[in-house]
């Protein structure tokens, strides 16, 4: 391995928000990765975040971030509505991306980041942490390798306790809403099984409730789909619910596997599995899913190595976001203007 291929990507972070300490800071940290600079909308804020976590150094403004030569990755935690203008920007200066889910407020500005990432040619990727765990890669091996027979059924629920009605979560022009902010892990997990499913799946149906006091933002959604194969699919997302629940649940026609918390096996790393056989309770590991993640991110930029991710899958899923909310009776999330 080369000098390059050691060498530590060098990090500058949009904002200060809370997820950025699980989902980029420690697993920087134990990658041997820098944390060059951190910008946010008020400088203080930014300041204390840089003593707190040892950020190198603050900048003045995203744009002076995005500015700075020394940063070569951008991790984009902002509100939803500002990842699509900010990883826009952020390309337009030639970096590379790692953008938080869901990386535009719809399927046109996603394919508008697309357009703008093979014009860069730097890595963009959005931040489907829970693909890379191995939680996950278990899911698949046990239908890769016939042990559930073929694929029949599956069903995510992705639900957590009410944010704070001042979150910007429940806010329209920031994008909000349970699918964006929930319900989109469900149906990236559905299409990632499209290799065992005859495609990917299409839509056949949704519903939801608006939030009260918030006018065009779901509290939750339910959507129903279908695989070419003629499995079927449920993807459950609600963002006021009496608990957290992450669970994905894929049954065949040998037997069925259940991750009670696919999203955060961190937390939960169980997957049981049962089959005429009997049932057996298998353990992943509770390494994070975010500490994979920045692992398989950094390998594609120092080695080259391929990734599952890329823009174009992000194109996908923000389109069959959008197909739910028409179908649900909610209009796509509208752009954000920086």
């Not at 203080?44 to 002076?64: I, P």
């Not at 049932?279 to 950094?298: P, V």
Request: include cysteine; hydrophobic fraction near 40%.
């Amino acid at each position: 391995m080369s000098e390059e291929d050691r060498a530590p990507l060098r990090i500058g972070i949009l904002g200060a928000a809370r997820i950025t300490e699980r989902a980029l800071l420690d697993p920087a940290r134990a990658g041997g990765h820098r944390l060059v600079a951190v910008a946010a909308r008020d400088r203080s804020r930014a300041a204390a975040f840089a003593a707190e976590h040892g950020v190198e150094r603050v900048a003045d403004s995203y744009a002076d971030l995005l500015a700075d030569p020394e940063v070569e990755v951008v991790y984009n935690p902002l509100a939803n509505g500002l990842h699509g203008p900010w990883n826009l920007a952020a390309l337009a200066a030639g970096k590379h991306i790692l953008s938080e889910k869901p990386s535009a407020s719809n399927a046109g500005e996603a394919a508008e980041v697309r357009e703008a990432a093979a014009k860069a040619g730097t890595v963009f990727m959005e931040a489907f942490h829970y693909l890379f765990h191995p939680v996950t890669r278990r899911l698949h091996e046990l239908l890769a390798d016939g042990e559930l027979g073929e694929l029949q059924r599956v069903e995510t629920t992705v639900a957590i306790p009410a944010p704070a009605d001042t979150d910007p979560r429940w806010s329209l022009p920031l994008a909000g809403g349970a699918m964006m902010d929930l319900g989109c892990y469900g149906l990236h997990a559905l299409r990632m099984l499209a290799p065992w499913a005859g495609g990917a799946p299409r839509l056949v149906s949704a519903r939801g409730g608006e939030r009260a006091g918030a006018p065009g933002v779901d509290e939750w959604l339910d959507a129903d789909l279908e695989f070419p194969n003629g499995a079927t699919a449920g993807a459950r997302c609600h963002m006021a619910h009496d608990e957290l629940e992450m669970s994905c649940r894929i049954v065949g026609t040998r037997g069925e596997a259940l991750a009670p918390n696919y999203i955060l096996p961190q937390l939960d790393d169980r997957i049981v599995v049962r089959t005429d056989e009997g049932e057996r309770t298998e353990r992943l590991g509770t390494t994070s899913s975010y500490t994979y993640q920045l692992e398989a991110y950094a390998a594609r930029i120092r080695e080259g190595r391929p990734l599952p991710l890329d823009a174009d899958d992000a194109v996908a899923t923000m389109t069959l976001i959008d197909e739910c909310y028409r179908a649900a009776g909610f209009e796509p999330r509208p752009r954000t203007a920086l």
